[in-house]
Nanobody, 114 residues
């Protein structure tokens, strides 16, 4: 059974940091590109960052603040988030993609507020 389980979300003050994790199971993790998306209330889901075998890409809004990484031995992808802003508040989702196969996690809430 395929599963993507996000964790690490929570409430943090502006300027703070969080590290999200997404633990994968049920598929060959190392062969999939992994991404983080987010969806704020009333807005469409947007791509935050992607990591494939050896490349990473980021949305302009998070460049220099967020870092995506993966540990294929642990079947886990991470999103290190620094200098968080209120506009980073959203539900963050993990996504696995390989050709036409796509898996999504259930999401973890990140709230940036004082």
């Amino acid at each position: 059974q395929v599963q993507l389980k996000e964790s690490g979300g929570g409430l943090v003050q502006p300027g703070g940091s969080l590290r999200l994790s997404c633990a994968a199971s049920g598929f060959t993790f190392s062969t999939f590109a992994m991404s983080w998306y987010r969806q704020a209330p009333g807005k469409e889901r947007e791509l935050v960052a992607t990591i494939s075998r050896d490349t990473t890409n980021y949305a302009d809004s998070v460049k220099g603040r967020f870092t995506i990484s993966r540990d294929n031995a642990k079947n886990t992808v991470y999103l290190q988030m620094l200098s968080l802003k209120p506009e980073d508040t959203a539900v963050y989702y993990c996504k696995a993609t390989r050709f036409f196969t796509v898996y999504w996690g259930q999401g973890t809430q990140v709230t940036v507020s004082s």
